[in-house]
């Protein structure tokens, strides 16, 4: 079963290419007969249902045009991003060890598929 409607949002900062994302997924979603819809200033968009149909001509012209067409939200339901970001922090550290291990010790990525049988 495939989904007849899809949101698109931006969230956080602007960073190049973000229209042209956003171009690409309501385009390659109408050309799969789907709905979609884009969601202004983010997640806060979204709990306010800032909402608005996209179709062709809606994202036609906005590759050339800085920052997001959709506009982004810095807040995630009324909280600062600094305090998200504070909340957040303790997952960071054992991601940043772990790609740290993986990239200073190879043989370690190499662990589970030699336990497993993948590894040739």
């Given at each position: 079963?495939?989904?007849?409607?899809?949101?698109?949002?931006?969230?956080?900062?602007?960073?190049?290419?973000?229209?042209?994302?956003?171009?690409?997924?309501?385009?390659?979603a109408?050309?799969?007969?789907?709905?979609?819809?884009?969601?202004?200033?983010?997640?806060?968009?979204?709990?306010?249902?800032?909402?608005?149909?996209?179709?062709?001509?809606?994202?036609?012209?906005?590759?050339?045009?800085?920052?997001?067409?959709?506009?982004?939200?810095?807040?995630?339901?009324?909280?600062?991003?600094?305090?998200?970001s504070?909340?957040?922090?303790?997952?960071?550290?054992?991601?940043?060890?772990?790609?740290?291990?993986?990239?200073?010790?190879?043989?370690?990525?190499?662990?589970?598929?030699r336990?497993?049988?993948?590894?040739?």
């Amino acid at each position: 079963m495939c989904a007849k409607k899809i949101a698109v949002l931006t969230s956080g900062g602007d960073a190049p290419g973000m229209n042209a994302a956003v171009r690409a997924v309501v385009r390659t979603a109408i050309s799969f007969g789907m709905e979609v819809y884009g969601v202004r200033h983010g997640y806060n968009g979204l709990l306010t249902g800032e909402v608005q149909k996209m179709e062709l001509r809606s994202v036609s012209n906005i590759i050339q045009h800085g920052g997001t067409a959709l506009f982004t939200g810095c807040a995630i339901a009324g909280r600062k991003i600094e305090s998200v970001s504070k909340a957040t922090l303790p997952l960071y550290v054992p991601m940043l060890v772990v790609l740290l291990l993986v990239t200073y010790i190879p043989e370690i990525s190499l662990w589970l598929p030699r336990m497993t049988g993948y590894a040739g």
